[in-house]
């Protein structure tokens, strides 16, 4: 924690420093999240992953001040705490529903053409693009982790987007493993229906001091996007061609690269708020060391692991090429400014065979 507050209280002195000439109208700033989840889970046709219902709620007030240089430039440094229940558990304790502080830092800079905001510190992840697909991250994950804990760096052109971060994740001591993800994401506006991007990590699953057995994870997803809604009158009608490209080496155990593959098409069809999306993945088995464990008995699973497991493509350890596909139902209104809610049916496929199914509703309220 010590570390984190020197590092704010750095970057702040300086970027004030080179301004100190100016006028700057300092003022008080606010940050409030609501969002509440309910997420059926029926999966017993598979072994992928287990059949339950998430349904619980998150608050994140976070709080601070704001000065806003004369040429639009915006310095923040917010703290907060993340609030979050889930609906019916057993532990009633009071305190048990404050889950992790947030500090950080927040630049937002105009370069002419380009706008670039920073993040430092403990922040919310929903401050990421939504360009990773559910092989990077899963909506569990997305929900439960709910921080980034190092650096997030964005830059905005009329036609592109780019980010990098870095999310430290785990520090090196006697139970607990050294991990940590760089993650990077940017698309462009190539054509008027035409769009190119990527979404990629470096993810470093180290050791304890007492449980060896490091674990490199790359994974790459270059695609192509077409969009022919403005000459249908569709909110959306577009197709995504993607690859998914992982290097993985096991250096202990295994002490070699893999490279699990596939191919994404991605169809989505939307009006009035209401959309059709079909995702189908054709590929190798993308989570080949999901059921190891390390020398401590531990599963690697959702350590190792971020995105949803149905990519794992077989649920009888084969690691052959096979086929993955999820059709989603779902109405997604805004209603004002603040306010954002979703309704959603999800059915998952593997081989053409029936695997489960997600019934889901959601609430987001921003401020």
Same mark, same amino acid.
């Given at each position: 924690?010590?570390?984190?507050?020197?590092?704010?209280?750095?970057?702040?002195?300086?970027?004030?420093?080179?301004?100190?000439?100016?006028?700057?109208?300092?003022?008080?700033?606010?940050?409030?999240? #609501? /969002?509440?989840?309910? $997420?059926?889970?029926?999966? @017993?046709?598979?072994?992928?992953?287990?059949?339950?219902? %998430? !349904?619980?709620?998150?608050?994140?007030?976070?709080?601070?001040?704001?000065?806003?240089?004369?040429?639009?430039?915006?310095?923040?440094?917010?703290?907060?705490?993340?609030?979050?229940?889930?609906?019916?558990?057993?532990?009633?304790?009071?305190?048990?529903?404050?889950?992790?502080?947030?500090?950080?830092?927040?630049?937002?800079?105009?370069?002419?053409?380009?706008?670039?905001?920073?993040?430092?510190?403990?922040?919310?992840?929903?401050?990421?693009?939504?360009?990773?697909?559910?092989?990077?991250?899963?909506?569990?994950?997305?929900?439960?982790?709910?921080?980034?804990?190092?650096?997030?760096?964005?830059?905005?052109?009329?036609?592109?987007? #780019? /980010?990098?971060?870095? $999310?430290?994740?785990?520090? @090196?001591?006697?139970?607990?493993?050294?991990?940590?993800? %760089? !993650?990077?994401?940017?698309?462009?506006?190539?054509?008027?229906?035409?769009?190119?991007?990527?979404?990629?990590?470096?993810?470093?699953?180290?050791?304890?001091?007492?449980?060896?057995?490091?674990?490199?994870?790359?994974?790459?997803?270059?695609?192509?996007?077409?969009?022919?809604?403005?000459?249908?009158?569709?909110?959306?009608?577009?197709?995504?061609?993607?690859?998914?490209?992982?290097?993985?080496?096991?250096?202990?155990?295994?002490?070699?690269?893999?490279?699990?593959?596939?191919?994404?098409?991605?169809?989505?069809?939307?009006?009035?708020?209401?959309?059709?999306?079909?995702?189908?993945?054709?590929?190798?088995?993308?989570?080949?060391?999901?059921?190891?464990?390390?020398?401590?008995?531990?599963? @690697?699973?959702?350590?190792?692991?971020?995105?949803?497991?149905?990519?794992?493509?077989?649920?009888?350890?084969?690691?052959?090429?096979?086929?993955?596909?999820?059709?989603?139902?779902?109405?997604?209104?805004?209603?004002?400014?603040?306010?954002?809610?979703?309704?959603?049916?999800?059915?998952?496929?593997?081989?053409?065979?029936?695997?489960?199914?997600?019934?889901?509703?959601?609430?987001?309220?921003?401020?």
């Amino acid at each position: 924690m010590r570390r984190y507050i020197f590092i704010l209280a750095l970057i702040w002195s300086v970027g004030l420093h080179a301004q100190d000439q100016e006028k700057k109208k300092v003022s008080f700033a606010y940050d409030v999240d #609501f /969002e509440m989840n309910f $997420d059926n889970r029926e999966f @017993y046709r598979s072994a992928f992953s287990s059949s339950m219902t %998430i !349904f619980g709620a998150r608050l994140t007030p976070a709080v601070g001040l704001e000065a806003v240089q004369k040429d639009g430039t915006s310095h923040r440094i917010m703290a907060g705490i993340d609030i979050m229940k889930d609906f019916g558990s057993a532990d009633k304790k009071t305190l048990s529903v404050f889950r992790e502080i947030s500090l950080y830092y927040r630049l937002k800079k105009d370069f002419g053409n380009t706008d670039m905001t920073l993040y430092a510190g403990i922040f919310p992840r929903r401050n990421m693009s939504d360009r990773y697909s559910e092989a990077f991250f899963s909506d569990s994950l997305k929900f439960y982790d709910n921080n980034l804990e190092g650096i997030l760096l964005k830059f905005k052109r009329p036609n592109a987007e #780019f /980010e990098v971060g870095c $999310d430290w994740m785990g520090q @090196y001591s006697e139970n607990q493993r050294e991990r940590f993800m %760089i !993650f990077t994401s940017g698309e462009g506006q190539v054509a008027p229906v035409m769009a190119v991007g990527y979404a990629g990590y470096m993810y470093h699953f180290a050791n304890t001091w007492h449980i060896k057995g490091l674990v490199d994870n790359f994974l790459l997803n270059p695609y192509i996007r077409f969009d022919f809604a403005q000459y249908t009158g569709l909110q959306t009608l577009s197709a995504t061609v993607g690859y998914l490209q992982a290097f993985q080496n096991n250096r202990k155990h295994v002490g070699y690269y893999i490279f699990p593959r596939g191919v994404h098409l991605d169809l989505e069809a939307r009006k009035w708020n209401a959309a059709i999306k079909n995702m189908a993945f054709y590929g190798t088995n993308m989570m080949p060391y999901y059921n190891f464990h390390d020398e401590g008995g531990i599963k @690697y699973g959702s350590n190792l692991y971020f995105g949803d497991p149905f990519y794992r493509i077989h649920d009888d350890g084969n690691n052959g090429a096979g086929l993955y596909d999820r059709l989603e139902i779902c109405y997604e209104p805004r209603i004002g400014e603040h306010l954002q809610l979703r309704v959603a049916a999800l059915f998952h496929f593997h081989n053409f065979h029936y695997s489960g199914c997600q019934q889901m509703v959601g609430v987001l309220a921003s401020f």
